[in-house]
């Protein structure tokens, strides 16, 4: 088995930068979801309420991040990061956190950029390095686990084989018109290569390059994968999560990849060979 892609998500629901390799970190992969848009009340903001976030393409540029759409109709926008911002109290589901404010120049961008009405005016945050934000502690492996804006975890794992399989149930359903779906639907920071599907799910620990992660729970999934990840439109027939639902319904959800803690830092890159350590 093989590491066979990986992804940051520097802005919380912006879209994806792939990467051949990166640095981990104890709250995930480095500068994944490190800043994310709130509301004037410091709420969270996401695709399951503002799909068209999708639309946002992400590229880091040195110090700078460029933020554009690709209608092009509106000048890209070059953030330079700051941590001596207003600081301000942010909500992520359960979790208050003081975060940066980033400015008036980049919230205005987001507002033309995506015509949000006079309702949605939203502040770009980034997270502040003096405050933690804690693993959820009934999943936590140690008292010191951390995560970056992530809904809760530092990581999010899932495996080729697994997307076959339900795209294979897609096929079956939609025989005409394919339904078939790709793997950014579900967001992942590691995909991994294998030839089984849900093996994920028998997995406690593995080792990628020089990195232990711990795989404590599954990923619930919401509306967020029936968006195309390319226009920021949602799929009428609320697909695929429709079918995943028929298969992978648990108690807690409906279940596609695993999130995972790293036990340590270091550098892991495509094509690293996935080892099991430890099952379930």
């Given at each position: ?44 903001v ?7 976030l ?46 940066i ?17 006079d ?29 970056s ?51 994920e ?14 795989l ?17 439109e ?47």
């Amino acid at each position: 088995m093989n590491l066979v892609e990986l992804f940051i998500y520097p802005i919380k629901s912006c879209s994806k930068i792939a990467l051949n390799q990166a640095e981990v970190t104890l709250k995930g992969l480095a500068c994944d979801r490190e800043f994310m848009w709130v509301d004037e009340s410091g709420q969270f903001v996401t695709q399951r309420t503002h799909p068209q976030l999708a639309k946002v393409r992400v590229q880091q540029l040195g110090e700078l991040i460029e933020l554009s759409v690709e209608e092009g109709k509106i000048e890209p926008f070059h953030l330079q990061p700051t941590l001596t911002g207003t600081s301000k109290t942010v909500q992520v589901w359960r979790d208050q956190t003081i975060a940066i404010d980033q400015g008036d120049e980049v919230a205005n961008w987001l507002q033309k950029a995506l015509k949000l009405d006079d309702q949605s005016y939203f502040r770009l945050v980034r997270q502040s390095p003096n405050f933690i934000r804690p693993v959820d502690p009934n999943y936590a492996v140690n008292t010191d686990n951390q995560v970056s804006f992530a809904d809760g975890y530092p990581c999010l794992l899932t495996n080729t084989a697994s997307l076959a399989e339900l795209n294979r149930k897609l096929t079956e359903t939609y025989p005409i018109s394919s339904q078939e779906v790709p793997m950014n639907r579900f967001r992942p920071n590691i995909v991994i290569d294998t030839d089984q599907p849900f093996i994920e799910d028998q997995w406690k620990t593995i080792l990628i390059g020089e990195v232990y992660f711990d795989l404590v729970k599954p990923c619930s999934r919401c509306i967020v994968t029936t968006t195309d990840q390319n226009i920021g439109e949602r799929n009428q027939l609320k697909e695929p999560l429709k079918t995943l639902s028929t298969f992978r319904q648990q108690p807690r959800g409906v279940m596609f990849g695993l999130n995972m803690i790293p036990r340590n830092t270091g550098t892991i890159q495509v094509g690293d060979s996935v080892e099991v350590v430890e099952t379930n």
